[in-house]
């Protein structure tokens, strides 16, 4: 998986726009990052500034005896701002316990539709750590031959998973983020935030500890089921899903019967979510197989539920 980090200003966590996709073919999962002109930077609480217990504060408070100015030291006036707390002061940087379990279990088990279930159950709620490295903006060559860097802005890491979709990469804990890139910043922000940004951002993976023997991926139904609170099967251990994939198939005598699995056996890792396998008559046109393919994707709850499948034929 290519890393792409984006080389824009950082935009409200709220409302992030869309980042270009990378254009580097990926050769391998989980690369550290390289150049791109494109994308933009997730912002967090990060910059945020802490406050006093109360809820609300227009200015810091001034020590005994001194006379508060009405400015701070870049000009902006202190009135009317709205200063919240820090959710993540005290901090300590590590792993939350329950999601680290979690997430081991699922490699211990990667086939255990109950151990995915319970990453996302265990990411609610949970502090991640966005990656962020600096890009320079501007360079000019100086009075001494060498090149200088102008200006530079702190730029938050995307991914590019083998079948070109973006991903957006978030790490449990400070130690497997510089583990994975040690030049990176790690930046708190709430599971649901980053998830949501990522949605937003329309990056359909989520990559927990990219490069780490826990790993976790995210796909986008879980995603979407994540940020509504919402219960989440795995598509290859979904009932209804198994269900009206029997009902489409119905519509083609040549297919003898239907099976479901998971996509590989590092599902929790990469490569397709659901794998599909089709018992059919000798010598099947391809035509027929297109067919197939489309009933599918023309079910809008199957459409939902699965991210992504791949099928496999089978004479009977």
């Given at each position: 998986m290519t890393c792409v980090p984006s080389a824009n200003s950082c935009p409200s966590a709220s409302t992030p726009r869309s980042w270009a996709r990378p254009s580097t073919p990926a050769s391998s999962l989980w690369k550290k990052p390289s150049t791109s002109q494109d994308g933009e930077l997730l912002s967090t609480h990060s910059h945020e500034p802490e406050k006093p217990d109360e809820s609300r504060s227009t200015a810091p408070a001034a020590q005994a005896g001194e006379t508060l100015a009405p400015t701070d030291s870049a000009g902006q006036a202190w009135e009317g701002r709205d200063l919240k707390p820090n959710p993540f002061s005290g901090d300590t940087g590590l792993a939350d316990a329950a999601l680290l379990e979690a997430m081991t279990q699922v490699a211990q088990s990667p086939l255990d539709p109950a151990a995915h279930q319970q990453v996302v159950k265990a990411l609610s709620g949970a502090r991640l750590y966005a990656p962020i490295v600096p890009m320079v903006l501007d360079q000019?060559?100086?009075?001494?031959?060498?090149?200088?860097?102008?200006?530079?802005?702190?730029?938050?890491?995307?991914?590019?998973?083998?079948?070109?979709?973006?991903?957006?990469?978030?790490?449990?804990?400070?130690?497997?983020?510089?583990?994975?890139?040690?030049?990176?910043?790690p930046v708190p922000i709430e599971s649901e935030r980053l998830v949501l940004g990522a949605i937003e951002a329309e990056s359909q993976l989520v990559v927990l500890d990219p490069g780490a023997e826990s790993s976790f991926l995210l796909r986008r139904p879980a995603m979407f089921a994540f940020v509504q609170?919402?219960?989440?099967?795995?598509?290859?251990?979904?009932?209804?899903?198994?269900?009206?994939?029997?009902?489409?198939?119905?519509?083609?005598?040549?297919?003898?019967?239907?099976?479901?699995?998971?996509?590989?056996?590092?599902?929790?890792?990469?490569?397709?979510?659901?794998?599909?396998?089709?018992?059919?008559?000798?010598?099947?046109?391809?035509?027929?197989?297109?067919?197939?393919?489309?009933?599918?994707?023309?079910?809008?709850?199957?459409?939902?539920?699965?991210?992504?499948?791949?099928?496999?034929?089978?004479?009977?």
């Open positions: 000019e060559v100086g009075d001494n031959g060498l090149m200088a860097d102008n200006s530079s802005e702190m730029a938050m890491v995307r991914l590019q998973a083998e079948d070109g979709r973006e991903c957006t990469p978030g790490f449990s804990g400070i130690p497997p983020l510089t583990a994975w890139h040690s030049d990176a910043r609170s919402q219960p989440w099967t795995p598509s290859w251990a979904d009932p209804e899903v198994a269900q009206r994939l029997r009902a489409i198939a119905e519509s083609f005598p040549w297919l003898a019967r239907i099976g479901v699995s998971p996509g590989s056996n590092s599902v929790h890792l990469g490569g397709p979510e659901l794998g599909i396998t089709l018992g059919v008559e000798p010598e099947v046109a391809p035509a027929e197989v297109r067919r197939f393919q489309e009933a599918v994707a023309g079910d809008e709850e199957l459409v939902a539920k699965i991210d992504s499948l791949a099928i496999r034929l089978v004479e009977v």
